[in-house]
């Protein structure tokens, strides 16, 4: 990560909150800041907010406790205060998990909404730039012949489904950001992830590529909910938080797609190179369909181009095979 050609000097001596901090993306956010410290000298200050304490000191119980890191534990829809300076706000608390959508769609959107306000509001007062991460359900229904999909291409989807509640928080999120920018005048850069995977994913995050960990490291055969065609990108979450400093660092436009074009698979492709991963074992790809309404995207294709990206000199280092052996190795012994 700290190899990669990017104005990293910008960072030092300043201090950067990371919402979210304990979640597998915030948290690379966090200890790409403390790298800098511990290569570089940077004298990074980095305030990691979460809401639940327990949890953050398990996933970050190699960090916490330094010097140069502050935890601090609320709910991000709750207004915040931080004493000193604050250069960066890099937004990541968000209810990402799919059964969370259906079961909580209020909560999902709270943070969404008022807590990208409430740090918008911080970023005001404290002349801070702010990062959010996004998604790319914000894109909605797309034409079948969308392999794809650009940072202007919008389509839609049923507003009133529960489900709706996160593409619909994101969208609103990025507008609070667009509107923060043309009234206050802050510096918002938004990155749109496709689906990431890696090391410090949660096995019970309810998506596939966590699903597919689980099923290897336990020796079962991958059981698919749908016929498997729906395709996505998905990109090792290495090379998505490399992205996103690619745009807090260079970019100039607010809005990159932070996606590896070559993961761009279906979800059967997906479940049969996580069976590769253990080749051994003799896993094998089922299908079994049943009824997800409302627990998933409806949209068949979300895959996302990152040539806007790209030209800012970012480039995905780890493929798809490589990945998803990291990726299951790191979790080895957690079933």
């Not at 956010?29 to 570089?40: H, P, Q, S, Y």
């Not at 970023?123 to 894109?139: D, I, P």
Request: aromatic share 6%.
């Amino acid at each position: 990560m700290l190899a990669r050609d990017l104005p990293w000097g910008d960072l030092a001596g300043s201090t950067v909150l990371v919402t979210g901090a304990s979640g597998m993306l915030p948290s690379y956010a966090v200890r790409t800041l403390l790298g800098l410290n511990d290569d570089r000298d940077a004298g990074i200050t980095v305030l990691g907010l979460v809401r639940n304490e327990e949890k953050a000191r398990r996933a970050l119980a190699d960090v916490v406790d330094r010097a140069d890191f502050r935890l601090i534990v609320q709910d991000v829809a709750a207004p915040l205060e931080v004493d000193g300076p604050l250069d960066l706000i890099i937004h990541g608390a968000s209810a990402a998990r799919p059964s969370l959508h259906s079961a909580d769609p209020i909560g999902t959107m709270r943070a969404n909404l008022l807590g990208t306000m409430n740090l918008l509001d911080l970023a005001v007062r404290k002349g801070s730039t702010f990062s959010l991460m996004s998604s790319s359900e914000v894109y909605g229904a797309q034409g079948e012949d969308v392999e794809l999909i650009e940072e202007d291409s919008y389509g839609g989807f049923d507003i009133l489904t529960p489900r709706a509640c996160y593409p619909e928080g994101k969208r609103a999120a990025e507008t609070l950001c667009a509107a923060y920018a043309a009234q206050h005048g802050i510096r918002c850069r938004i990155a749109r992830f496709g689906h990431i995977y890696g090391p410090g994913m949660a096995l019970d995050d309810g998506r596939v590529q966590a699903e597919f960990t689980s099923k290897v490291l336990a020796g079962e055969d991958i059981v698919l909910n749908s016929d498997g065609s729906s395709q996505r990108t998905y990109t090792y979450v290495g090379d998505a938080i490399a992205g996103l400093y690619y745009t807090v660092l260079v970019a100039e436009e607010m809005v990159h797609n932070v996606s590896d074009a070559d993961g761009l698979v279906s979800i059967r492709e997906l479940a049969e190179a996580f069976t590769k991963v253990r080749p051994e074992l003799g896993l094998q790809v089922h299908t079994r369909p049943s009824d997800t309404t409302g627990r998933y995207a409806a949209t068949k294709a979300l895959g996302l181009s990152s040539a806007r990206l790209a030209a800012l000199g970012w480039s995905p280092e780890v493929a798809l095979d490589e990945g998803l052996a990291r990726t299951v190795e790191s979790h080895r012994g957690e079933l």
